[in-house]
């Protein structure tokens, strides 16, 4: 069965950081691109950035550029994204997400081009 299971999300004061990790089990995330989406109260999901499969390229909303940072680690089955620079807005459920295209440099921020999902995890960002 495949799983995605996103952790390290919480409860930070505005100004600081925060490690999202999103972990496979079942199969290898080698392979995948991953997005990485967010989704606030009353509001649409929205992409947040992505990594893609070969090459390490990395793609980010312009509302989170400079502050976040996508990053995989293979053999760990693991891709993360650090947050720095947190904002208020950026309290949401953050999901990660993953595609099949082992041959993909570069990766994509539409929802419907992944097929897997986490379920989330909650970022608040508040003092």
């Known amino acids: 069965q495949f799983t995605l299971v996103e952790s390290g999300g919480g409860l930070v004061q505005p100004g600081g950081s925060l490690r999202l990790s999103c972990a496979a089990s079942g199969f290898t995330l080698g392979g995948y691109v991953i997005g990485w989406f967010r989704q606030a109260p009353a509001k649409e999901r929205e992409s947040v950035g992505c990594?893609?499969?070969?090459?390490?390229?990395?793609n980010y909303a312009d509302s989170v550029k400079g502050r976040f940072t996508i990053s995989r680690d293979n053999a760990k089955n693991t891709v993360y994204l650090q947050m720095n620079g947190l904002k208020p807005e950026d309290t949401a459920i953050y999901y990660c997400a993953a595609d099949f295209h082992p041959s993909a440099y570069q990766c994509y921020g539409a929802a419907d081009d992944y097929d897997y999902w986490g379920q989330g995890t909650q970022v608040t960002v508040s003092s």
């Open positions: 990594i893609s499969s070969r090459g390490g390229s990395t």
